[in-house]
């Protein structure tokens, strides 16, 4: 059974439970629910949620712990001598992985499964006609293992189905057993609650730790082939699979900061002075119409912006400032990633901006304004000191986004990393480095692939400490005004 149809099956036997607790709480207050500690519909949730709760956690660890076993029983299958020279057991791994899925899709299309797997040759012609590719041809060994975890997963499905629909059978019938009218359902129902928002809230840190540990632990492990002075202190970036690399993180962070910076430049101006109009000239129906079109930007996907720089910013900048002024012959460069990348971000810094000053008391405005100031100097002297804490967040946390943006630095920015103040020369930055050396079948024991780790650990470091200064500035704003 598929996971989707068991979910489907265990929210219509929560359901089923949930009318059945109401039932049963009326009827044994016969009828009377003045008589019952909690309302019926509280009955009827702690009966749906001891279905919910037990086979929700079931289904989470026993997906998590799936994984583990089928890769195991398949390990178990692949003999040493038939892993090829060039490879190494990941990479052979992942050709089980697609090899299974491509028996599944032969056996799906009525082909005889059983006499391929004896045939390897004829087996690789027919993963090529149902769009298999193969990293390499399959082995009698790499059959068996695709076999077994074609057969340990659909064991394992049907091992969870009857766990999880006797586990929800059996929370149900816990959950009825326990309903009389003296059972305090309402309390009980606001206990389950608050722990699945606390277990909500841990979900959210246990994510954070967890990605800090995996780039942690591959960092050290990169620092353990690659020497970490080379790494931070060399200028120069040349990653050579195979070896003699020149792995200097300082090109990587100069394009990444120098396209965030022209971003900024961007954005900040525009961003403020729109979100100054919205917010104290602007009518209610303007600014009903105009915040909406802003705040359109936002949703626009990066790919759009991307393509957006590639076909039209960066021709129209090559043509009419970089040739005639001798900078540059490329579309490609860092003015053009900045640009359009501050037109993505407008909408953080307009929208937050507007917010801030929105929240500045009209107390204020009105004691300037009684004193003789006009609306600009109020706005000037009085408006935007008291915002600057929140703007400057709103700032930093644009900030923050530009610096983790790849797609417009792919498109706009090209890939060459390099230390130049010139704008109109192709730059690269961290997030486009750390999405090249993970591109393709890779093998994390090398330097030119770990290095992505490093880079990754650097650039969260920097954006957690941008937006640790932005929160601390906006809650010590909110801490003023609210």
Not at 253 to 265: D, E, F, M, N, Q
Not at 326 to 351: D, E, R
Not at 369 to 397: F, H, K
Request: aromatic letters at 8%; proline letters at 5%.
């Amino acid at each position: 059974m598929s996971l989707g149809l068991l979910c489907l099956l265990l929210l219509a036997l929560a359901v089923l439970g949930y009318v059945l607790g109401q039932r049963k709480a009326i009827s044994s207050a016969g009828g009377d629910i003045r008589k019952l500690h909690s309302l019926p519909n509280f009955y009827g949730s702690i009966t749906a949620l001891s279905v919910i709760v037990p086979t929700a956690a079931l289904l989470v660890v026993w997906l998590f712990a799936e994984g583990f076993v089928i890769q195991s029983n398949a390990l178990s299958h692949i003999l040493p001598a038939d892993v090829p020279a060039d490879s190494s057991m990941n990479l052979v791994m992942a050709d089980v992985t697609r090899l299974a899925a491509g028996l599944a899709t032969l056996a799906g299309q009525g082909a005889d499964v059983a006499a391929l797997a004896k045939d390897p040759v004829a087996l690789k012609t027919a993963l090529g006609g149902a769009g298999v590719a193969m990293g390499h041809d399959p082995n009698p060994s790499m059959i068996a293992a695709a076999q077994a975890v074609e057969s340990t997963a659909w064991l394992s499905r049907l091992l969870l189905t009857v766990l999880a629909l006797a586990l929800g059978v059996a929370g149900a019938a816990w959950g009825l057993s326990r309903i009389k009218p003296e059972f305090r359902a309402r309390n009980e129902t606001e206990r389950v609650a608050m722990g699945l928002l606390i277990a909500a809230s841990l979900i959210a840190v246990l994510t954070t730790v967890g990605i800090v540990l995996s780039l942690f632990s591959e960092t050290v492990h990169f620092f353990q082939l690659y020497p970490a002075s080379q790494f931070f202190f060399s200028a120069s970036w040349n990653p050579k699979f195979g070896g003699g690399s020149d792995l200097g993180i300082w090109p990587l962070v100069w394009g990444t900061l120098y396209v965030s910076v022209i971003s900024l430049i961007v954005a900040v101006p525009i961003g403020l002075l729109s979100a100054i109009y919205l917010a104290e000239y602007a009518s209610k129906s303007v600014r009903s119409v105009v915040k909406p079109l802003i705040e359109i930007l936002a949703g626009i996907p990066t790919i759009v912006y991307g393509l957006f720089a590639l076909i039209t910013v960066g021709p129209l900048l090559r043509d009419f400032i970089a040739q005639p002024m001798g900078w540059g012959n490329s579309a490609s460069s860092v003015m053009t990633a900045g640009l359009v990348m501050g037109i993505m971000v407008i909408p953080f810094v307009s929208s937050l901006s507007d917010d801030i000053i929105n929240a500045v008391p009209q107390s204020l405005r009105d004691g300037s304004l009684g004193l003789g100031a006009t609306p600009s100097e109020t706005i000037r002297q009085v408006v935007i000191p008291a915002a600057l804490p929140g703007i400057v967040g709103a700032v930093l946390l644009a900030a923050s986004r530009a610096i983790g943006e790849t797609m417009i630095v792919v498109l706009g920015a090209g890939a060459a990393a390099k230390l130049s103040l010139n704008p109109f020369e192709a730059m690269t930055t961290v997030t486009v480095k750390i999405v090249s050396q993970l591109t393709g079948d890779t093998e994390f024991n090398s330097p030119e692939t770990l290095v992505a780790f490093a880079l990754g650990l650097t650039l969260f470091t920097l954006t957690l400490c941008l937006n640790i200064v932005a929160l601390v500035i906006v809650r010590k704003y909110r801490e003023q005004y609210e």
